[in-house]
């Protein structure tokens, strides 16, 4: 082809050129000088971090003629092969598309001969938890004790998928998210070669979208380049991008400030209007207050900031707005993403957000102290001191006086609170898209996410468990309709024990509880709703296709006392 992709021209030769992944490239370097070479390495970490072009760089330095270097020449015959892909001893293998047993068994037959090139047979895998049980078991063997002069490099996006027999016999390495000015810096440098002109300011919006991935960031600025005319604005990465303008963010941050819900509305049909999509304008909005929160509360900390420039407008705003304001707005804005995900009309609810925080009132922070009741509870403690000699000295009858109102008090409170109700909605939408590797999951990281709470968290899950999950949310057990209605109520435990399966799993899950009581009536309704929707055919199939020892075992035994676990 004439033209190539910027992350194909400019993809990572030698370990110098590996952005943002030092803690690799130094390790990786001084065992190629000390000779101190592993059979088998994994590379691990997000999309677009540098782990198969790291691998490259390694099969290159090792056969490189001038050996032992702590780089590849990229010159002699050995480095210009395994760049071009002609030397049939380097082989990429992609366990996506490959990942019967058949596949590696063709592979790992040819193992045992000697390179015919260099002096090392390197075979890369790439996405290599995308392999079958299967071939796993046939790669275990030849990790376990392989020839010589054979090395394995395994790349994935999700290590937590390997079994743990894989990973024990591989040196690991833990590729970590780009920081957006090591990107910025990347990427200046490419425009200056390739003679672009690009705004710096194009440069660190398109460098927060990548989210901390190189090949996104410059895939985005290719497309940015393709759109723009003599040079890349502002604008144009906003467009590509699908981020808003943070000019959009400051007009609608002062329509909240100054309670205008019709400025705030039009704005917001305005945004609809030229095609942003509004979960992402959710998160846009999320994290201009986030920002704004850390720009008072830590000023000199400029490069934490994701979403915003610190320009004039920016930091009038941010004066006026007070701290209190802040967290009661990234709270509403939190739950408003949250609903939604469940839901066919986001923009009903982002509308419903904007009249919301265009009329919040700013509640006093609970760190404050008010003084204005002190005088009534003086004066209330006089009373009952008074109330406390009269019955010493008449005895208790004021006591059932006095404590019966109360206690009818009490019982109208009690009587009066609503019993729990579990999101039948929400549990359903979990149960249809609710697979058994996402519980295992889930399953599998609960002991080391109770441990990370805190206590008074992890006390609410001592007598709960997961019984479903899926890709964007799980479910939870609980044994008492109190303690889960106590958990459902609280926004710390929630984000808390998101955060914590967000650390160990990758993925933010949000959390649905029902007490146990209202889980089997649920479950059965669901799974009834589900052979309605299949019809009866689904019952004669499974008939039919019974095995046939299976049958004569009902036979025998009768079928009540037969249990078939799949």
Known sequence: MAYQALYRVWRPQAFIDVVGQEHVTKTLQNALLQQKISHAYLFSGPRGTGKTSAAKILAKAINCEHAPVSEPCNECAACRGITNGTIPDVLEFDAASNSRVEEMRDVLDKVKFAPTAVNYKVYIIDEVHMLSISAFNALLKTLEEPPKHVIFILATTEPHKIPLTIISRCQRFDFRRITAGSIVNRMKLIVEETGVNCDETALQMIARAAEGGMRDALSLLDQAISYSQDRVTLEDALTVTGSVSQGFLNKLAHAFQEGDVASGLEALDELLFHGKDPSRFMEDLILFYRDMLLYKTAPNLEESLERVMLDEDFRKLAETIPVEKIYQLIDLLNKTQQEMRWTNHPRIFLEVAVVKLCQLEVKPSSVQIDTAPIGELLARIDQLEGELQHLKANGAAPVAQEGAPQQQKTAQRS??????????????????????????????????????????????????????????????????????QMAMN?????????????????????????????????????????????????????????????????????????????
């Open 415 to 484: 009587s009066s609170k609503k019993a729990f109700q579990a999101p039948v909605g929400k549990i359903n939408e979990v149960l249809k898209q609710a697979t058994k590797n996402d519980l295992n999951l889930i399953k599998a990281n609960w002991g080391e996410m109770r441990s990370s709470l805190l206590k008074s968290q992890a006390a609410l899950l001592n007598d709960a468990e997961p019984i479903a999950a899926s890709s964007t949310a799980f479910i939870i057990k609980f044994k008492h309709e109190m303690i889960c």
């Open 490 to 566: 609280r926004t710390d435990f929630l984000e808390a024990v998101t955060a914590a399966l967000l650390k160990l799993t990758g993925k933010r899950l949000q959390l649905v509880g029902v007490p146990e009581d209202q889980w089997m009536p649920i479950r059965e309704s669901f799974l009834n709703s589900q052979h309605d929707e299949e019809g009866t055919s689904l019952g004669g199939e499974s008939a039919k296709e019974e095995e046939p020892h299976i049958a004569e075992a009902k036979k025998l035994f009768g079928a009540e006392f037969v249990e078939i676990i799949d």
